[in-house]
């Protein structure tokens, strides 16, 4: 069997997830470079893998190449004269049908906490002297008057006491009242 480089490198164990993250010193494979193995060095920028991957975990660099970690390398020369600068992480609009998420963990600052409720639009409020109370209007349908008579009993079993009431208002209501 004659073995190749790109067999060679296959059978290479490539690092895991857990010992990827911003700023670490990568080897890695572009696409355009798979067929010869050659590799790039440089600095990891972000993770676009979810998980371990036979072939290597999928990042883009610092200077924005993209391509398979097949080891982890020494830091440049240059960069080991000094401190290791932190990477700073800067947004940037999400791209089409690609589903690439930045890990909140790895952020700096600690995002401001939120919750739910800074989703959630509050209902309109109708303009009156009472809000709350919602009076029954003559253009308003039987049934839409008696859900807002009743409004804690359920629609369907008012359409139903309704019809069984063949659309008297004032019966219909007499039983309302009495299941309520």
């Known amino acids: 069997m004659r073995r190749t480089l790109g067999n060679f490198l296959n059978t290479m164990a490539v690092p895991r997830m857990t010992e990827l993250q911003r700023g670490v010193h990568v080897n890695i494979v572009l696409k355009a470079d798979q067929r ?3 590799l790039t060095s440089g600095q990891v920028s972000d993770i676009l893998t979810r998980g371990d991957h036979p072939r290597g975990i999928k990042v ?18 240059s960069a080991s004269a000094g401190p290791e600068p932190e990477l ?24 401001a906490t939120t919750s739910l409720l800074d989703y959630v639009k509050a209902p309109k ?19 839409q008057q008696l859900e807002a008579e009743f409004p804690k009993l359920d629609t369907a079993l008012i359409a139903a006491i309704l019809l069984d009431h063949d659309l008297d208002l004032v019966s219909a209501r007499a039983t309302l009242s009495s299941l309520s």
């Open 60 to 77: 883009r660099l610092t200077d924005g190449q993209i391509g398979r970690v097949r080891s982890l390398a020494a830091p440049s020369s």
């Open 125 to 143: 409020q109708k303009k009156g002297k009472n809000s709350d109370v919602v009076q029954p209007d003559d253009a308003m349908t039987p049934q």
């Open 36 to 38: 010869s193995g050659k």
């Open 88 to 111: 700073q992480s800067t947004p940037r609009a999400p791209q089409a049908g690609r589903g690439i998420q930045d890990d909140y963990r790895l952020e700096t600052e600690p995002a």
